[in-house]
Structures are given as structure tokens and as C-alpha cells.
């Protein structure tokens, strides 16, 4: 086969896989909008749940979406970002850490439901926490550090090189380097991580249940259950309590998941071009 015609071939096959990928996933979100947006309304977004979510609204769940993520990354973000710190400006490549990236990416394929049951026995049973904003947010923050620390090490190693040194040059020590040259200009990066990090906090549902719970109240202190949406629509679906408001909820989820996501694309954007012009 000529090689013109190969890669036509290959070119053609990617064309395919990419549509077919971007296929599926519009036809799900079109789907589940077009289910849901119908019922979603001011009195749904703000009203409390009514007969277990059967009337109602789901207002309890968005602010335990919100509190949950939040809290997740409060406590992932410090230990992330100095891990990535650690890891690059630190050490030199080594088998320690190799080991310790080969350990964070072996952490960020473990599925969910491992860190769900995890958190139920260490933070729920042995800590004594009970299912809580606290339990879960600590079994977030395990799932998502992977991701904060990778990001954040990408975005250190994007700074050139020839700011340390200039840093150097005026007899700054390596902390003021890493704290007036290197982390302001590795915070875009930094911050799509911790955008994407936040994004799939709000979106999991099996560590959730297990750890904070599926209470329908608005969650008072850390120490309160809570539930999210993605365990609302969960539950809502499993049970057949109302697949309309069911879809309902997957649709303001999927609205909520879709605008973190275009932030976060436009932070990577605002990136690469700020790298570019340097």
C-alpha cells in the first residue's frame, strides 16, 4: 500500500474514532437535558425536597455539592501543590521518586468504590466522623491529589529555566525562587488542575455514599451528612422515586460540570498563549 494511501487510512480512522467519541457523549447530554431542563425551574434550584426527593426541589444538594467540594480541595490543594514542589524543585530524578510518581499515578487508576470503602472504615468507623462533610471531603481529597499533584508538576516544569537561574543570580535562596518566580508563574496551570480536581469531586457518587452520607438536610457544620446531586440522581433513578426529577438533577449536574470544565479550557488557553509570548 502506498504510504499517500496509509495515511489516508489512518487519518481516516481517527476522523472516525474522534466522531463516534464526540457523538456519544452529545447524545448523552442531549438526552439527559432534554429529560430534565423541561422540570428545572427557580422553585426546583432553590426549594428543599419534598417526600424523598418526589416533589420538591434539590437546593440541600447543591450547597452539599458545593461544601463537599470545597472542602476537598481545602485539604488537597496545600498537601498537592507541595508535593509538586518537593518533587521538582526539591529532588533530583532519582528511584525514590520514581517510586513515589509511579505510587501517584497507581493512585490516581484506583476505581472510586476502593477509596469509598476505605473512607467508610478509616474515617467513618476507626476515626469515629460518622458519614459527614468531613469524611467525605478527607475521601475526596485522597481521589483527586493525584490529579493536583501531576498538574501542578507539569505547570512547574513549563517555567523556563533561565528564571531560576536569574533568581539565583540575585542571591535569592531556592525558596524565594519557588515562592516569587516559580509559583506565580506555574498558578494558571495550577489552578486548571485544581478546576478539573473540583469537577470531579462534584461529580462522584460511590465514595460519597459511603462516606457523607445521603441525608437530605442542609449540612449546619463538618460534621453534618449531606448529600450531593450526582447521589441525589442516583438514588432518585435506582429507586424509582421520580425519574423526572432525576433527570432534573443529572441536567443542572451536567450544566454545572460543563461550565467548570469551559473555565478550566480557558485557563489551559490563557496558558499555552502566555508560554507562547514568553
Same mark, same amino acid.
Given at each position: 500500500?502506498?504510504?499517500?494511501?496509509?495515511?489516508?487510512?489512518?487519518?481516516?480512522?481517527? !476522523?472516525?474514532?474522534?466522531?463516534?467519541?464526540?457523538?456519544?457523549?452529545?447524545?448523552?447530554?442531549?438526552?439527559?437535558?432534554?429529560?430534565?431542563?423541561?422540570?428545572?425551574?427557580?422553585?426546583?434550584?432553590?426549594?428543599?425536597?419534598?417526600?424523598?426527593?418526589?416533589?420538591?426541589?434539590?437546593?440541600?444538594?447543591?450547597?452539599?455539592?458545593?461544601?463537599?467540594?470545597?472542602?476537598?480541595?481545602?485539604?488537597?490543594?496545600?498537601?498537592?501543590?507541595?508535593?509538586?514542589?518537593?518533587?521538582?524543585?526539591?529532588?533530583?530524578?532519582?528511584?525514590?521518586?520514581?517510586?513515589?510518581?509511579?505510587?501517584?499515578?497507581?493512585?490516581?487508576?484506583?476505581?472510586?468504590?476502593?477509596?469509598? &470503602?476505605?473512607?467508610?472504615?478509616?474515617?467513618?468507623?476507626?476515626?469515629? &466522623?460518622? !458519614?459527614?462533610?468531613?469524611?467525605?471531603?478527607?475521601?475526596?481529597?485522597?481521589?483527586?491529589?493525584?490529579?493536583? *499533584?501531576?498538574?501542578?508538576?507539569?505547570?512547574?516544569?513549563?517555567?523556563?529555566?533561565?528564571?531560576?537561574?536569574?533568581?539565583?543570580? &540575585?542571591?535569592?535562596?531556592? !525558596?524565594?525562587? %519557588?515562592?516569587?518566580?516559580?509559583?506565580?508563574?506555574?498558578?494558571?496551570?495550577?489552578?486548571?488542575?485544581?478546576?478539573?480536581?473540583?469537577?470531579?469531586?462534584?461529580?462522584?457518587?460511590?465514595?460519597?455514599?459511603?462516606?457523607?452520607?445521603?441525608?437530605?438536610?442542609?449540612?449546619?457544620?463538618?460534621?453534618?451528612?449531606?448529600?450531593?446531586?450526582? %447521589?441525589?440522581?442516583?438514588?432518585?433513578? %435506582?429507586?424509582?422515586?421520580?425519574?423526572?426529577?432525576?433527570?432534573?438533577?443529572?441536567?443542572?449536574? *451536567?450544566?454545572?460540570?460543563?461550565?467548570?470544565?469551559?473555565?478550566?479550557?480557558?485557563?489551559?488557553?490563557?496558558?499555552?498563549?502566555?508560554?507562547?509570548?514568553?
Amino acid at each position: 500500500m502506498k504510504r499517500q494511501h496509509t495515511q489516508r487510512l489512518a487519518f481516516g480512522c481517527l !476522523w472516525l474514532a474522534a466522531s463516534i467519541t464526540i457523538i456519544i457523549l452529545a447524545v448523552i447530554i442531549v438526552y439527559i437535558l432534554g429529560e430534565g431542563l423541561p422540570y428545572v425551574n427557580f422553585e426546583f434550584l432553590t426549594g428543599r425536597p419534598v417526600a424523598q426527593g418526589r416533589d420538591g426541589g434539590i437546593l440541600p444538594t447543591i450547597l452539599g455539592t458545593l461544601a463537599l467540594g470545597a472542602l476537598s480541595l481545602v485539604l488537597a490543594v496545600p498537601l498537592g501543590v507541595g508535593a509538586a514542589v518537593f518533587l521538582t524543585e526539591y529532588t533530583r530524578p532519582s528511584a525514590l521518586t520514581t517510586l513515589m510518581r509511579f505510587g501517584t499515578d497507581s493512585l490516581a487508576g484506583v476505581p472510586s468504590i476502593i477509596f469509598g &470503602l476505605f473512607g467508610f472504615i478509616f474515617f467513618v468507623t476507626r476515626l469515629h &466522623l460518622s !458519614w459527614s462533610l468531613l469524611a467525605g471531603g478527607l475521601t475526596l481529597a485522597l481521589m483527586v491529589l493525584p490529579t493536583i *499533584i501531576r498538574t501542578t508538576e507539569e505547570a512547574i516544569r513549563a517555567v523556563p529555566v533561565s528564571y531560576r537561574e536569574v533568581s539565583y543570580g &540575585l542571591g535569592a535562596s531556592r !525558596w524565594q525562587m %519557588v515562592s516569587t518566580v516559580v509559583l506565580p508563574n506555574a498558578l494558571p496551570g495550577i489552578i486548571t488542575g485544581v478546576i478539573l480536581s473540583f469537577g470531579r469531586a462534584v461529580g462522584e457518587t460511590a465514595a460519597v455514599i459511603f462516606t457523607a452520607g445521603t441525608a437530605l438536610n442542609i449540612p449546619t457544620s463538618v460534621l453534618s451528612p449531606t448529600r450531593t446531586m450526582a %447521589v441525589h440522581f442516583y438514588i432518585l433513578a %435506582v429507586e424509582g422515586i421520580s425519574l423526572p426529577k432525576a433527570y432534573a438533577t443529572g441536567a443542572v449536574l *451536567i450544566i454545572s460540570i460543563l461550565i467548570i470544565n469551559v473555565v478550566a479550557n480557558a485557563l489551559i488557553t490563557r496558558s499555552v498563549a502566555h508560554a507562547v509570548r514568553r
